[in-house]
């Protein structure tokens, strides 16, 4: 049977979900870098005045403490999450919720992160992922580079956008 997302339960996947601190803190991998980032991550006024004229929102989150795109965007997300009262933000183990992940591919694969936007009734209102539209599309087009400059090229691009690409977006779905 084919499960589509409209019967996908968000209320039992948010209740089962991790809070994002007990998600880094059960990390194997990368886990000093889920907190640096989190720890450095700071919000732009903007971000935080529309997320406080759409709060109340939810953000519910595939990932995995290995991706490198999650450990980018995730923690900010977080970090808005912590700053306005009425935003959420769990994770749900890509691997653990395979029917999940399959209701969101990219372009046929499990790419992560996915951020599932929910209102307090537990009804999508819309979802993102697995990098933000600008990064998506410079990857795309280079996926002839070697990996490890690619790699290198993907971290400088996060650095330099510090979040508000990812933030512009997932904001977006919600409005």
């Known amino acids: 049977m084919?499960?589509?997302a409209e019967a996908l339960d968000f209320c039992a996947l948010w209740e089962d979900a991790l809070p994002f601190d007990?998600?880094?803190?059960?990390?194997?991998t990368a886990q000093a870098l889920w907190r640096g980032v989190h720890r450095q991550a700071r919000l732009p006024e903007w971000a935080i005045e529309q997320a406080i004229a759409?709060?109340?929102?939810?953000?519910?989150v595939l990932a995995e403490d290995w991706c490198n795109d999650a450990v980018s965007t995730i923690p900010i997300l977080q970090r808005l999450?912590?700053?306005v009262p009425g935003v959420e933000l769990r994770v749900v183990r890509r691997d653990e919720h395979p029917e999940v992940m399959d209701q969101y591919l990219s372009d046929g694969a499990r790419a992560i992160p996915i951020v599932i936007a929910t209102n307090a009734a537990c009804?999508?209102?819309?979802?993102?992922?697995s990098r933000p539209s600008e990064l998506q599309e410079w990857f795309r087009a280079n996926l002839g580079m070697p990996k490890p400059e690619l790699n290198r090229e993907v971290r400088r691009?996060?650095?330099?956008?510090?979040g508000?690409?990812?933030l512009r977006e997932v904001l977006g779905l919600v409005r």
Not at 123 to 129: A, I, N, T, V
């Open 123 to 129: 009804l999508e209102l819309g979802h993102w992922g």
């Open 81 to 83: 999450a912590e700053s």
């Open 164 to 166: 508000e690409s990812t």
């Open 2 to 4: 084919t499960i589509t």
């Open 157 to 162: 691009w996060y650095a330099r956008d510090r």
């Open 54 to 60: 759409l709060a109340p929102f939810r953000m519910l």
């Open 22 to 28: 007990q998600f880094v803190a059960e990390a194997t």
